[in-house]
Each structure stands twice: as C-alpha cells, then as structure tokens.
C-alpha cells in the first residue's frame, strides 16, 4: 500500500487564479481531512470529509471548497488565490471519523502562489 | 479558545542525553493529546497518543490536567530521533476529529 498520495507534489500559480489539489486515501478508508500548513507553523485544519459528506470545517473563507468521490478520493478547489495561501497542504485519511481512529497523512502538495 | 502550544522551536541535545519537548494546551472539554512526528523527508506520522498510555520508540508522555500539558520525554536521546515534532489535541466530545496543531519543535541529537 503506497499510503496517502497527494497529487501535484508541487505547484505554481499566480494570484486570483483557482487551484484543484487530489488526494487518494489509504484503500479502506472513508474519511479524508485537509490541512493548510504554512511555513513555521503547525498544520491547520481546512476541512473534513466522512462518506461523501462535509463532517467538519475550520476556520478558513468561502474561497476554499472540497469534496469527497464514490471511492473516498478528495479533492480541495482554492478560488481567488493570494499570497498567503502559499503553503504546503497536506491530506489525511481515515478508516472511520472521530478522535479514536488514527489519521494518515500524506506528503503534501507545496503551493506557491506569485 | 482551542489551543496547543511549544514554547521551544528548537531543542538541541547530545546522544544520550535526555530530552524533553513541552506541550501545553488550552481546550474547554475534554481533550485528547497526541505527539506527531516527521522526519526528515518522511511524511508527518503519529509517534503516540494519550488515550494508548503506550511508550514508543522509548519516548512516553504524560497528561497532566492541572497544568494543562502533554511534555514528551526520553531518557536517552539517540540520533534517529531528530526530527520535527508536534503537539496535537483534539476534543473527545468531537465526532469528527479535527486535530488542532502545535507550531512545532526542532530536535537535533548530536553525537
């Protein structure tokens, strides 16, 4: 099993425009989180997903959206890039939600918005 | 207001030596804690939690509900522990699981 597999591993894109970011879960698993960490700091929850439907969101604007395919995959759309979303994101999957099922993560994808 | 907090960004020891990585949190319910770790050019992977009471790799961790802190400690560092290592939290009461993240702390073992 190759993991977590995020696809692009990296990314340049120019402000204002959109950018869609993949992620295929550990096989087995239904729930996929997004998380944004930016440079210095720790990963920050964006969204997750459980069975097709948003389970919970973080503090982030109406720019970022995700959604969760028939075979669990995800995918995160960021809309009227900045510079400050430059960051590296990361994906994690689940068997089950909830604070009892371990998360894996990912290698991330690194956007960098110029 | 949820919060996690290492107020080290980098803690340099010597081999052998013992380490110990603070963590202190702030979270108005109940809370479990975890440790990540993420070596270099690996992917951030769970080293323990609190609800495992498990001692991995040699390194064990206490929850301490007065002070609010979940330090991280080894009696004896080695190399291959260096690495970059977070504090998470999140609540029990959550149905969801959202981890909230500390900002890190930096560990280099030198020989």
């Known amino acids: 099993d190759a993991g977590v597999t995020q696809s692009p591993t990296h990314l340049i894109k120019t402000r204002g425009q959109q950018v869609t970011l993949r992620c295929s879960p550990i096989?087995?698993?239904?729930?996929v989180s997004w998380y944004q960490q930016v440079l210095g700091q720790g990963p920050q929850f964006i969204f997750q997903y459980y069975e097709k439907e948003e389970r919970g969101r973080g503090n982030f604007p109406d720019r970022f959206s995700a959604r969760q395919f028939p075979n669990y995959s995800s995918e995160l759309n960021v809309n009227a890039l900045l510079l400050g979303d430059s960051a590296l994101y990361l994906c994690?999957?689940?068997?089950?939600?909830?604070?009892?099922?371990?998360?894996?993560f990912g290698q991330g994808t690194r956007l960098t918005v110029v | 207001a949820q919060r996690v907090t290492q107020p080290e960004k980098l803690l340099s020891v010597f081999k052998g030596a013992p380490v110990e990585l603070k963590c202190n949190y702030s979270?108005?319910?109940?809370?479990?804690l975890f440790w990540y770790v993420q070596y270099s050019r690996q992917r951030l992977q769970l080293l323990l939690r609190h609800i495992s009471r498990e001692s991995i790799k040699g390194f064990t961790a206490d929850l301490n509900k007065g002070e609010t802190s979940f330090h991280l400690k080894k009696p004896f560092a080695q190399e291959e522990d260096s690495a970059m290592y977070y504090c998470?939290?999140?609540?029990?009461?959550?149905?969801?699981?959202?981890?909230?993240f500390g900002a890190g702390t930096q560990v280099v073992v030198t020989p």
């Open positions: 994690a999957s689940s068997v089950g939600q909830g604070v009892y099922t371990e998360a894996f």
């Open positions: 979270y108005s319910g109940s809370p479990e």
């Open positions: 998470a939290l999140s609540g029990l009461s959550d149905s969801w699981g959202k981890l909230q």
């Open positions: 096989s087995g698993h239904k729930s």
